[in-house]
Antibody, heavy 117, light 106 residues
């Protein structure tokens, strides 16, 4: 059974870089797209971007200038970096596995990231 | 970007009711639509993919329909566990957006 486990710093100051990593257990990287999705407190879901096993990426245009998603196939991990964070980036960040249908069938547990001075 | 609009934003219902949530896309997405259920403090759970395919393990009281720009999620007979927030999500040309959510409450 595939599981995603994520981690990273939970408290940042404005202008710092958010960095999260998601590890994939019990399954292969191949054939899937691996995404990051966030949810501000009390609000809806926002897709940040995705990467496939070959390292090809797609990003949300509204965040593209600040986002980098990378992959380490040797460790079955993928990572998110979001630069120049502000309070508006405060959210629960989820990693998720997307299939050929574009739906996210498996999610990480979520990481609450707070940006505050 | 493709915009997804859900209605209603909030829906009040009773156990045993049949309820329908609608999701409209700003342009055609064929059948590239998924539905999720999210309970407080939990990650979203996939219910329906490709507009009408039931995810493994999801009760058959959940069903999805539609194509193009208009889609529906129907719960045939509400159970206590079903009171949660529901999101639609489109996947088109490697661009993904979610609806704003529908809160289903007693």
């Amino acid at each position: 059974q595939v599981q995603l486990q994520q981690w990273g710093a939970g408290l940042l100051k404005p202008s710092e870089t958010l960095s999260l990593t998601c590890a994939v257990y019990g399954g292969s990287f191949s054939g899937y797209c691996w995404s990051w999705i966030r949810q501000p407190p009390g609000e809806g879901l926002e897709w940040i971007g995705e990467i496939n096993h070959s390292g090809s990426t797609n990003y949300n245009p509204s965040l593209k200038s600040r986002v980098t998603i990378s992959i380490d196939t040797s460790r079955n991990q993928f990572s998110l970096k979001l630069t120049s964070v502000t309070a508006a980036d405060t959210a629960i960040y989820y990693c998720a596995r997307g299939g050929v249908t574009g739906a996210f069938g498996i999610w990480g547990q979520g990481t609450m990231v707070t940006v505050s001075s | 970007d493709i915009q997804m609009t859900q209605s209603p934003s909030t829906l009040s219902a009773f156990v045993g009711d049949r309820v329908t949530i609608t999701c409209r896309a700003s342009q055609s997405i064929n059948s590239w639509l998924a539905w999720y259920q999210q309970r407080p403090g939990k990650a979203p759970k996939l219910l329906i993919y490709k507009a009408s395919s039931l995810e493994s393990g999801v009760p058959s009281r959940f069903s999805g329909s539609g194509s193009g720009t208009e889609f529906t999620l129907t719960i045939s007979s509400l159970q206590p566990d079903d009171f949660a927030t529901y999101y639609c999500q489109q996947y088109n040309s490697h661009s993904i957006t979610f609806g704003q959510g529908t809160r289903l409450e007693i």
